[in-house]
């Protein structure tokens, strides 16, 4: 699937123009709530070409991530920026304190959680900015403290190129 940018959509620059600069602010941003999880949207795409997206995330006291899941189209980063979250890529859980990068690229299969007492907060970027759509539609199914059931999760995830890992270890029946 290509994406084009509609006339409607902002430009990144015009011949002649210096490219427009974006500045979010302390409190400014688009506040996504998906349960525990309070997620900030810095950067939709919208000023980037779509070619980045970028959000801050704080995940509460023992917040579960998501099932383990692969993107087919685009890279993930998460900086965190303070407390703990423990990443799980494949059978093995790293946990990334104040000051680490985990970078996962296309088909690798990852998920995070924040297993600790105290909130943990980090920097997430998505290049191309494809998953900030995600967010927004999972907003919707999160609405009313309702939580998504399987198959609306599982609905949602495949309309953004991203499919659960279940092929080894956790998770696989084995």
């Not at 123009?17 to 997620?39: C, F, H, N, W, Y």
């Not at 959000?55 to 099932?67: D, F, K, R």
């Not at 104040?98 to 088909?107: E, I, K, N, Q, R």
């Amino acid at each position: 699937m290509t994406e084009t940018m509609t006339d409607d959509e902002p430009q990144n620059s015009e011949p002649g123009r210096d490219p427009a600069v974006s500045v979010v602010g302390p409190g400014e941003g688009e506040t996504i709530l998906l349960g525990t999880t309070r997620m900030r949207v810095l950067e939709d795409g919208s000023h980037t070409g779509h070619r980045l997206g970028m959000a801050e995330s704080v995940l509460a006291p023992h917040t579960p991530g998501p099932p383990q899941h692969r993107h087919a189209r685009h890279d993930e980063g998460f900086y965190v920026l303070s407390g703990t979250v423990r990443f799980t890529v494949r059978d093995e859980d790293i946990d990334a304190t104040a000051g680490t990068l985990v970078m996962v690229p296309p088909g690798a299969p990852h998920t995070f959680a924040n297993t600790t007492g105290e909130p943990a907060r980090m920097l997430s970027t998505f290049t191309p900015d494809l998953y900030v759509r995600y967010f927004r539609d999972l907003r919707e199914l999160y609405a009313d403290g309702r939580t998504p059931t399987p198959g609306e999760s599982l609905a949602t995830m495949s309309r953004y190129a991203t499919e659960p890992a279940t092929d080894f270890g956790r998770g696989a029946g084995s």
